[in-house]
């Protein structure tokens, strides 16, 4: 271990000046080198830095970027790519609590124990490293700072109701955009940071929220280490992540972290929860406020003494163990878990031969996997970059890394496709910062540069697309501060709310521009609502007016609308359960209107129009309801309309014997048809007819109804269940099969036809007419008055004997005929003869 002059540790919660103090401290000295534990945090001080000293004086060096002036006096860098075998006068490690990381503190205990400057070293972060930093480098300083400003909980709040300048952190790509996007509705728009984005995506959307540009922030960890932003708030929307390994809860000095983010300077910050998150615990709260937290017991170590002589030396060498006992060794570093990966594979344990070769692989097991794929893809690609360094010529293909790099050169897609591009050209821009394994390095980090540049600007522009509605943020503001909104509907519809086009009425409602969305926010709301009130009469005048002809009922089972009534193409109600099977009620889909007059004037008109389309739609039925019958005549209408236009034959059973021969008649000419088993209506056995009865007999019952065979079909395959769905749609279940009852009333006339001429076997022309379905062929005909004989292929069918109360009739039986006298025949002299004896 080297020595220095002077090792400084300064710890303390957020908003310290930490940062500030070591940048300073730095260009007092004739040269240094300060690592950040993120590409983004390095990225931002050596641009403050550079602006401070220039260009020339200042190098940054990051896994995917190098800038290196020819004579570089200070060093800005990640913590893994500080070029530590260079002496400076400075050096500083930044977030050093991050030791205790699963993940990375291996590098972080390292730079504690071995890294320092000649005349000046300082450790920068929290003060839970306190006791073991005492303990490992006890030649350290320690100086604890406090926060600049005071941090309170403020308990819980709503989205809608989080104030202006707040951060709302999530931890997951799919909650902060779900976050965003409600936010977007209720309030405008917000900026949105994730670690995935690229430094120059991040920058833009962090200089849109401080500009003012939106309000509101949605963000993950990434926050938690040195964004310096003007955040009054912070509102956490959860308080678990997963770690790369597992779903953790976060530990209360994370959560202060991310909190602390709150309140820059002087002025003070708050915290809290939303989204319908559990309040925090009081112990939570007091350590937050105060920053008081539990001291780390154990940070994470990893051996830098490597013995590259064999692979299996190296893995040896990867898993030795501390000698201090608050070190742990860490486990399964991606770099170790692919070397592991590789070694599965003989072609590379081959090459792998000398030591020259052991350091190749170990060093290409160390390109990060900022793609964050399945292991077995990045362990793919590590191969291939171990196989192609390790030919003749030692560098990768020009034409290959070309192709690779190439492929990502492109604009389109949306957030997660840019952002997963963005990924791969990191990984890239890494490998060609490795300037032994490319010809021309030079151009390479260029162009991954370039295109990185190139599909941040896109991601930053779908952000803004996806997360900001401009509009909705101005009118916000306006309303917050008191001031009217001017609202108008054009001609055609359209709404438009101060000079912004936001929507336009359709049939009943409101529908919003493609580009704003179902907006939630107040400022809409109220534009919206002043808007309706003032249009809505006019709406109902023009609906009242228009013709049966303008409205339309959906009748389609694959559409969700399906039951809905379009008026000019626009859903304005929906079909209910009436009082009757065939006469349903009206549902207004018209949320907007605010007048109860107006909406009773539709409902009665859209009603109207409901009762003439089912007269229309469902004749043959409504013009039988509307005969003068008999009572007998009514009786089986009625039940006929009860079942939609159709019914078993043996519930009307009781009615049919008394019904007059006149009006069997006229029901005949309406399309009745009276069979062996069913009675129905030939019309409303058609496809279009069998739609809407569907959607009525499932408006009526309340249950999901069976999807309706595709085209003409009239036998279908059935689960067994909804009996009476399939009933109502015409179609009598036998077993496992329906067949509609029109195809039934054929198959038993046929049947009748063939017994006529005695017992038949299952004919071609029976079985096709159910499309070769023997066991309901069977089960259909032993229902309906025939009997079968034999099974299988042998199977006869004949009418069954007459039956007399509903049982079969027993044969008669036979008398027996008085036995013949016989006493004078020889045979009965005989048996007197036996009996002597």
């Known amino acids: 271990m080297t020595t220095s002059r002077t090792v400084r540790a300064v710890l303390g919660p957020t908003n310290t000046g930490k940062?500030?103090?070591?940048?300073?401290?730095?260009?007092?000295?004739?040269?240094?080198?300060?690592?950040?534990?993120?590409?983004?945090?390095?990225?931002?001080?050596?641009?403050?830095?550079?602006?401070?000293?220039?260009?020339g004086t200042v190098a940054l060096i990051t896994g995917e970027e190098k800038i290196v002036p020819a004579n570089p006096r200070w060093f800005v860098c990640t913590v893994e790519s500080m070029p530590i075998d260079r002496k400076v006068d400075f050096l500083a490690v930044d977030e050093i609590q991050l030791c205790a990381d699963h993940e990375r503190g291996h590098v972080f205990t390292d730079r504690l124990l071995n890294s320092r400057g000649q005349e000046e070293t300082m450790f920068l972060g929290a003060d839970t490293i306190a006791p073991l930093l005492r303990q490992l480098v006890p030649e350290a300083d320690i100086e604890t700072r406090p926060r600049f400003s005071t941090l309170?909980?403020?308990?819980?709040?709503?989205?809608?109701?989080?104030?202006?300048?707040?951060?709302?952190?999530?931890f997951s790509t799919t909650e902060v955009y779900g976050l965003a996007e409600a936010i977007r509705r209720q309030r405008g728009g917000t900026a949105v940071v994730l670690g995935a984005l690229s430094p120059r995506t991040r920058n833009a959307q962090v200089g849109m929220y401080q500009a003012g540009e939106v309000d509101?922030?949605?963000?993950?960890?990434?926050?938690?280490?040195?964004?310096?932003?003007?955040?009054?708030?912070?509102?956490?929307?959860?308080?678990?992540?997963?770690?790369?390994?597992?779903?953790?809860?976060?530990?209360?000095?994370?959560?202060?972290?991310?909190?602390?983010?709150?309140?820059?300077?002087?002025?003070?910050?708050?915290?809290?929860?939303?989204?319908?998150?559990?309040p925090f615990e009081d112990d939570t709260i007091e350590a937050i406020e105060s920053h008081r937290f539990d001291p780390l017991t154990a940070l994470q170590w990893r051996s830098r003494r490597l013995d590259f002589r064999s692979p299996q030396t190296l893995e040896r060498s990867l898993e030795r163990h501390p000698?201090?006992?608050?070190?742990?060794?860490?486990?399964?570093?991606?770099?170790?878990?692919?070397?592991?990966?590789?070694?599965?594979?003989?072609?590379?344990?081959?090459?792998a031969a000398t030591p020259d070769m052991v350091r190749l692989l170990w060093e290409v097991c160390q390109v990060p996997d900022f793609r964050k794929t399945l292991a077995d893809h990045h362990a793919d690609l590590l191969a291939q970059l171990y196989l192609?360094?390790?030919?003749?010529?030692?560098?990768?293909?020009?034409?290959?890394?070309?192709?690779?790099?190439?492929?990502?050169?492109?604009?389109?897609?949306?957030?997660?496709?840019?952002?997963?591009?963005?990924?791969?050209?990191?990984?890239?821009?890494?490998?060609?910062?490795?300037?032994?394994?490319?010809?021309?390095?030079?151009?390479?980090?260029?162009?991954?540069?370039?295109?990185?540049?190139?599909?941040?600007?896109?991601?930053?522009?779908?952000?803004?697309?996806?997360?900001?509605?401009?509009?909705?943020?101005?009118?916000?503001?306006?309303?917050?501060?008191?001031?009217?909104?001017?609202?108008?509907?054009?001609?055609?519809?359209?709404?438009?709310?101060?000079?912004?086009?936001?929507?336009?009425?359709?049939?009943?409602?409101?529908?919003?521009?493609?580009?704003?969305?179902?907006?939630?926010?107040?400022?809409y709301q109220a534009a919206i609502a002043r808007v309706i009130k003032q249009d809505a009469p006019r709406w109902i005048?023009?609906?009242?007016?228009?013709?049966?002809?303008?409205?339309?009922?959906?009748?389609?089972?694959?559409?969700?609308?399906?039951?809905?009534?379009?008026?000019?193409?626009?859903?304005?109600?929906?079909?209910?359960?009436?009082?009757?099977?065939?006469?349903?009620?009206?549902?207004?889909?018209?949320?907007?209107?605010?007048?109860?007059?107006?909406?009773?004037?539709?409902?009665?008109?859209?009603?109207?129009?409901?009762?003439?389309?089912?007269?229309?739609?469902?004749?043959?039925?409504?013009?039988?309801?509307?005969?003068?019958?008999?009572?007998?005549?009514?009786?089986?209408?009625?039940?006929?309309?009860?079942?939609?236009?159709?019914?078993?034959?043996?519930?009307a059973q009781d009615l049919l014997p008394s019904i007059d021969k006149n009006d069997r008649s006229t029901l005949r000419r309406l399309g009745f048809r009276f069979g062996r088993a069913t009675i129905y209506i030939a019309a409303l056995l058609k496809p279009a007819a069998l739609r809407l009865r569907r959607l009525l007999w499932g408006l009526w019952s309340g249950s999901a109804m069976p999807l309706l065979p595709s085209g003409r079909n009239q036998v279908c395959p059935i689960d067994g269940k909804a009996t009476q769905a399939w009933t109502s749609l015409g179609f009598i279940p036998y077993g496992k099969t329906a067949i509609r009852a029109d195809r039934l009333e054929s198959i038993l006339s046929t049947a009748s036809k063939l017994a006529d001429q005695g017992p038949f076997a299952p004919t071609g022309q029976l079985l096709a007419q159910l499309d070769g379905g023997a066991d309901t062929l069977k089960l259909v005909l032993t229902r309906h008055g025939f009997a079968a004989e034999g099974d299988g292929t042998a199977v006869m069918f004949r009418r069954k004997r007459p039956t007399r109360n509903g049982a079969r009739k027993k044969a008669p039986r036979r008398r027996k005929s008085p036995a013949p006298d016989r006493s004078d025949s020889p045979f009965a002299e005989l048996e007197k003869l036996v009996r002597k004896k």
């Open 152 to 170: 309170g909980y403020v308990g819980a709040k709503k989205l809608n109701r989080l104030p202006r300048r707040s951060a709302i952190v999530a």
């Open 541 to 651: 005048d023009r609906l009242e007016k228009a013709s049966d002809d303008d409205f339309e009922l959906v009748l389609d089972e694959a559409d969700p609308q399906s039951g809905q009534v379009l008026w000019g193409g626009a859903a304005i109600a929906k079909l209910t359960k009436g009082d009757t099977p065939w006469s349903p009620s009206v549902k207004l889909l018209a949320d907007d209107l605010p007048d109860g007059s107006l909406r009773a004037r539709a409902r009665s008109r859209l009603k109207s129009w409901a009762d003439a389309a089912m007269a229309a739609k469902l004749r043959p039925l409504t013009t039988a309801l509307s005969l003068e019958l008999g009572p007998p005549g009514r009786g089986l209408v009625y039940r006929v309309a009860e079942g939609l236009g159709s019914i078993p034959r043996k519930q």
């Open 19 to 55: 940062t500030y103090l070591a940048i300073d401290r730095m260009l007092a000295h004739a040269s240094g080198m300060i690592g950040f534990p993120l590409r983004l945090l390095a990225r931002e001080n050596y641009d403050r830095i550079v602006e401070l000293k220039g260009r």
């Open 323 to 351: 000698r201090q006992v608050c070190l742990v060794r860490v486990r399964d570093a991606d770099d170790h878990l692919a070397l592991r990966s590789l070694l599965g594979d003989r072609r590379i344990v081959d090459l």
């Open 216 to 278: 509101y922030l949605v963000a993950t960890d990434a926050i938690g280490m040195g964004l310096n932003m003007d955040i009054d708030h912070v509102a956490f929307a959860g308080t678990r992540k997963f770690d790369g390994r597992y779903m953790r809860q976060l530990a209360v000095p994370e959560l202060a972290q991310i909190a602390g983010r709150a309140g820059r300077h002087m002025n003070d910050g708050t915290f809290g929860v939303t989204n319908n998150m559990r």
């Open 388 to 523: 192609h360094l390790s030919d003749g010529e030692g560098c990768l293909p020009t034409d290959w890394v070309g192709s690779q790099i190439g492929r990502l050169d492109s604009t389109a897609g949306d957030i997660d496709t840019l952002t997963s591009r963005i990924a791969h050209v990191r990984t890239w821009a890494y490998v060609a910062h490795r300037g032994d394994w490319l010809e021309d390095s030079a151009h390479w980090q260029g162009l991954a540069r370039q295109i990185e540049d190139r599909l941040s600007d896109a991601l930053h522009a779908r952000l803004i697309q996806r997360f900001v509605d401009q509009r909705a943020a101005v009118l916000g503001r306006k309303l917050e501060d008191g001031d009217a909104l001017l609202s108008a509907v054009t001609n055609n519809g359209e709404v438009v709310v101060e000079g912004h086009a936001i929507g336009r009425i359709q049939g009943l409602r409101f529908v919003p521009d493609a580009a704003v969305g179902a907006s939630e926010s107040r400022a």
